[in-house]
């Protein structure tokens, strides 16, 4: 078998945990202190992720969408695929590396989804970049750390509380989702995702194409007109 490469490491923000990319023939593989984050063979559930809910906004002229964890594109890469060609669309990443990946090594995986023109990258907290807005957008994908059984940043949990969910139910339009990843289920957020005002729709879909791989939960919530 051919062993695993290791092309970069980082920490992250906090500096509590190491973040490494390796390469295996064509195979990429994100890590975090050792545990697999994310495989460039589970790209299915990533871009479900994105169709789900941007089917849900397909109507909207200048559709504004907020994208919260970059990955290795596939999300990015789907929404814009989703969307028309008058859309913006706010990538949010936390660690820089992780965009410098996706602008090189890890590029062709999504087809370079940064370079297009409706994309606008901030690395950032994606809490620092919701909380001040209000009613600006339509729709906001979270595919951030584990999903709400956070293990990559502490902080992340944040976003994932009944105050964090509130900031983003103020950001969205009328009639706006909020899309979340993770990679098991939790009853208890989706209670929270209620209790915050939205409707919620709780989607299972493999990890990989073809109804292959691990099952992963994807949460679409809409906030009333």
């Not at 509590?16 to 994310?38: F, T």
């Not at 989706?190 to 292959?212: A, N």
Request: some cysteine.
């Amino acid at each position: 078998m051919i062993p695993w490469k290791l092309l970069s490491s980082n920490k992250t923000p906090d500096t509590k945990s190491v973040l490494e990319l390796y390469q295996r023939d064509a195979e990429y593989s994100i890590r975090v202190n050792g545990l697999e984050l994310m495989n460039s063979r589970m790209s299915g559930s990533e871009k479900m992720l994105a169709e789900l809910s941007c089917g849900e906004i397909a109507d909207r002229k200048n559709a504004c969408v907020l994208i919260g964890g970059l990955g290795m594109g596939y999300t990015l890469s789907a929404t814009l695929r989703s969307l028309h060609d008058d859309a913006d669309v706010l990538l949010v990443e936390l660690v820089p590396a992780v965009v410098e990946w996706n602008r090189g090594v890890l590029g062709t995986l999504a087809d370079y989804p940064l370079e297009d023109s409706r994309v606008t990258v901030r690395v950032d907290d994606v809490v620092n970049v919701i909380m001040p807005e209000k009613s600006t957008f339509d729709a906001i994908l979270l595919d951030i750390d584990n999903g709400p059984d956070s293990f990559t940043q502490d902080d992340n949990a944040t976003l994932y509380s009944l105050s964090g969910l509130s900031m983003i139910h103020r950001a969205l339009r009328p009639g706006g989702v909020v899309a979340v990843w993770s990679a098991s289920p939790d009853a208890g957020f989706k209670k929270k995702l209620k209790q915050s005002s939205f409707h919620v729709i709780e989607k299972k879909v493999r990890g990989r194409t073809r109804k292959k791989g691990p099952v992963h939960t994807i949460w679409i919530a809409k906030k009333s007109c």
